[in-house]
């Protein structure tokens, strides 16, 4: 492992102090960001803050899961068997477990040690980011709506968050995006395939877009949602990278390997940029359990395991297609494991009603509108979200 992806046991623990417990040790913009309480306001606000509120109201006979875009498939076979077999060795550090899945990564993606970061899922990572490049504050710009975990912490380390509408499909205006930038800007945010519309932007656009941006502020593209397209090695921003632009790409192993609550992501970046993040982020082997490692490394591009969860993805959700056209509704036809569509009555309450009738779900407001984001489940979930639909519809 290079020395830029590495730290050792006291750097890392200095690190785990400042942001769970030094208060006192905290500069105002990270004192602002550990002391500002999550407002789980139904919609936009940050998306773990409305699913852990959602969390103590769930009915213990919950029948479907559909509020916070995991993958009910699990994990593959070949994942599970290694992080049952990681158990035996589980009192070691992972500290040889680290390397191997870096070395894995940045074979398959053609890239150097130092432009890869590994951490305990996306947050940290995007936590990193905003304290780097916002603290001094400025402005990050982003579509409007999309992912709020970035922007949101940059608020909250004192930078103005820019939202630029989507356009008419629900998907990034680019151009304009490229407009709202200021000279003050720090920071542009795309998350493609996006959340929580579920629209791709253009590939060939969003490469041209980049290359252009990246000369003046730093792109960050969230592809936690990438493996669920058909030509994923043809729509990253990784080739970008690569090319030596200044590009931060985020991947994830919460959705199609199903490894959501074992916590694992990465950022693919130039050199200097991970430099520059890896004090604010948690990303040694002390940070990553043995068993999330385990996971990733046996299940890491399975192909075969990964389009099966892609093909059972797509089938429930044409069965979802099916049930809201037969009721009158149309949707936002999606590129990932969660679909928007409009109501036909109050978000809260539509939401509530579902609960009550054990599904769960997520209610959105957008352009004066009340939406549903409902995740993909598996057939049987998705039959009981469409038992419980019909009766409020």
Not at 76 to 93: G, P, R
Not at 235 to 264: C, P, W
Not at 352 to 357: D, I
């Amino acid at each position: 492992m290079s020395t830029t992806n590495s730290m050792n046991r006291r750097d890392w623990l200095k690190t785990t102090a400042l942001f769970t417990g030094g208060l006192t040790m905290l500069p105002p913009a990270l004192s602002r960001l550990q002391a500002a309480p999550a407002t789980p306001v139904a919609g936009n606000s940050t998306a773990y803050a409305n699913d852990l509120a959602l969390g103590p109201k769930l009915p213990a006979n919950l029948k479907a899961r559909l509020f916070a875009n995991e993958n009910p498939f699990g994990p593959s076979a070949s994942a599970k068997k290694a992080i049952m077999d990681s158990m035996l060795t589980s009192y070691q550090y992972p500290i040889r477990l680290m390397p191997e899945l870096e070395e894995k990564i940045c074979a398959y993606e053609g890239i150097t040690p130092d432009m890869l970061m590994l951490s305990s899922g996306s947050s940290p990572l995007l936590l990193g980011t905003a304290v780097s490049l916002c603290r001094d504050g400025g402005n990050i710009v982003t579509a409007d709506p999309t992912y709020d975990d970035l922007p949101t912490r940059c608020e909250k380390v004192n930078a103005k968050w820019i939202k630029v509408p989507l356009t008419k499909e629900y998907t990034h205006d680019l151009d304009a995006i490229e407009k709202a930038i200021t000279p003050d800007t720090k920071l542009v945010y795309i998350c493609n395939p996006n959340n929580p519309t579920g629209t791709i932007v253009d590939k060939d656009k969003l490469k041209a877009f980049c290359e252009r941006v990246s000369q003046k502020v730093t792109v960050f593209v969230d592809e936690a949602y990438i493996d669920y397209l058909p030509d994923a090695a043809a729509t990253t921003m990784i080739s970008s990278v690569k090319k030596g632009q200044n590009i931060i790409v985020a991947r994830t192993f919460s959705k199609v390997y199903g490894l959501a609550g074992l916590r694992l992501g990465y950022i693919i970046a130039q050199p200097a940029t991970i430099a520059k993040l890896q004090p604010h982020t948690s990303c040694s082997w002390a940070a990553l359990s043995a068993p999330a490692i385990s996971g990733a490394l046996a299940s890491y591009q399975d192909q075969a395991y990964m389009q099966e969860v892609v093909k059972k993805t797509t089938e429930s959700k044409q069965f979802l297609y099916d049930t809201l056209k037969a009721e009158g509704y149309s949707y936002i036809p999606s590129h990932t494991n969660f679909v928007m569509f409009p109501l036909k009555m109050d978000g809260e309450r539509f939401a509530e009603e579902m609960l009550k009738r054990s599904v769960g779900l997520r209610n959105w407001k957008l352009n004066n509108q009340d939406w549903c984001r409902i995740s993909i489940g598996r057939m049987d979930e998705m039959q009981a979200f469409a038992a419980a639909f019909k009766e409020l519809s």
